[in-house]
């Protein structure tokens, strides 16, 4: 650690965006208009096999193929928690692979991203979807904090999370009834995604949690681009705009909601991080599977990303779109005052725990680097 702000030089809280020192992240202070969001537009794909390696193709897109015998609102009876002991391999989250899959699509479609001058990639930020979605629901989140390091490296700022310490003793201590819940949202899947856009769902096939499909989209939010990439669960080949992220649906299963509190904290908490992790990537929608204490489905939802914000407006305490993306703004305002050493040996690690500002501290050790030395040769060239 080798520069820690002190509390004392920290800026009012009225001007946050200027501060160099620390960021507010109360919800009071990014009231206001909606700040200028540009809907991202595809730039690439790539897959993860299942044995996790990148492939620059959409082998692993799959496409949205509720059975016509289900119909909204009637009850599905999937078993989600079918082959948990038999019919599941999981991903190595000991492995971290940070932001190498970007990296290596990066690395592979330098051509595309109209690089100029020292600049190659002319996006002022490269960086998980999953990333600022956790920026998004800093206001409103009292339970985890988190810790994202950031390098700046030929005019691009790359940022990468760290698990914080919290966060590793709760993987490590995760419960079987946890760990069964997880394996639920990725068998809710298997019921409702085939191969092909004319296939069927294979719902006893093994669940390989290495799999993967992601987007790799440019997007604007006010004076900032990006280069953003997500993982897309399927596409549907029966949308009205097939062009992707528009074709694109998420699919979440949630705990049945039997009674008004339930109601109110599913609003409160759940649809907070479904909207903004799907408006981030311009998925307009999300289709819920409710399931009973047994792991059942008693009941499929649609929601459309862009009627969230209506749904909720009703709950005098709820979330405010327009807080989330203008504190993201102001977090990445933050970001670009404070990273200026263009160094891809340099590491800013912001960190933030609920209750306290946005803090920073600066780190040179190779430990901290979020950028192989692979994909700096790469782009030195
Ligand atoms: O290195 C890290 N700390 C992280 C890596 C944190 C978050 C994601 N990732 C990687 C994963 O390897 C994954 O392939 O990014 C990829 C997904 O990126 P994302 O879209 O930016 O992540 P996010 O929006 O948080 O999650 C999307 C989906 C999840 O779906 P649900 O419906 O549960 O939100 O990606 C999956 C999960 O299915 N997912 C992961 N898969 C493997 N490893 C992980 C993970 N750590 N996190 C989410
Ligand atoms: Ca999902």
């Not at 193709?57 to 509720?66: E, N, T």
């Not at 019919?87 to 330098?110: A, M, P």
């Not at 394996?183 to 019921?191: A, L, N, Q, T």
């Not at 991080?273 to 999300?286: A, D, N, R, V, Y």
Request: charged letters at 20%; aromatic letters at 12%.
């Amino acid at each position: 650690r080798e520069h820690c702000p002190t509390p004392l030089m920290a800026q009012p809280s009225k001007r946050p965006y200027l501060s160099t020192t620390s960021l507010n992240t109360h919800p009071m202070s990014y009231q206001g208009a909606f700040p200028f969001f540009r809907l991202p537009s595809e730039v690439g794909r790539f897959s993860l096999d299942s044995h996790r390696c990148y492939h620059g193709d959409s082998r692993k897109l799959r496409y949205y193929r509720p059975p016509s015998s289900v119909q909204k609102g009637a009850s599905p009876g999937w078993d989600l928690m079918d082959g948990y002991e038999n019919r599941y391999v999981r991903r190595d989250e000991n492995e971290k692979e940070g932001l190498l899959h970007i990296l290596t699509w990066v690395k592979e479609n330098k051509g595309l991203l109209g690089g100029s001058g020292s600049r190659q990639l002319d996006r002022d930020f490269v960086t998980w979807r999953g990333h600022l979605t956790k920026v998004l629901c800093t206001p409103y989140e009292s339970q985890e904090g988190w810790l994202l390091a950031v390098s700046l490296f030929k005019g691009t700022l790359y940022i990468s999370e760290r698990e914080t310490e919290v966060a590793r003793k709760k993987r490590e201590e995760r419960t079987t009834i946890q760990e069964k819940l997880m394996y639920s949202g990725y068998k809710f899947e298997s019921h409702l995604c085939a191969d092909s856009p004319d296939g069927q769902p294979s719902p006893s096939a093994v669940v390989n949690t290495n799999e993967a499909f992601c987007s790799v989209l440019f997007a604007r939010l006010s004076t900032h681009s990006f280069l953003i990439s997500g993982e897309v669960d399927c596409c549907d080949p029966l949308a009205t705009n097939s062009n992707p992220p528009s074709c694109y649906v998420e699919l979440k299963s949630s705990a049945q909601i039997r009674n008004p509190h339930q109601q109110r904290s599913f609003n409160r908490y759940k649809l907070l991080k479904w909207w903004c992790q799907s408006f981030l990537l311009g998925i307009p929608l999300i289709v819920a599977g409710f399931r009973n204490p047994e792991g059942k489905v008693v009941s499929l939802q649609d929601y459309r990303t862009s009627d969230i914000p209506h749904l909720i407006r009703t709950d005098q305490h709820s979330w405010d779109p327009a807080v989330c993306m203008n504190f993201c703004d102001a977090f990445l305002s933050f970001v670009k005052n404070v990273v200026t050493r263009d160094d891809p040996g340099v590491v800013y690690l912001f960190s933030w725990e609920p209750g306290s500002d946005v803090t920073f501290s600066v780190h040179t050790d190779p430990t901290y680097h979020i950028l192989p030395a692979w994909y700096v040769e790469a782009m030195s060239l």
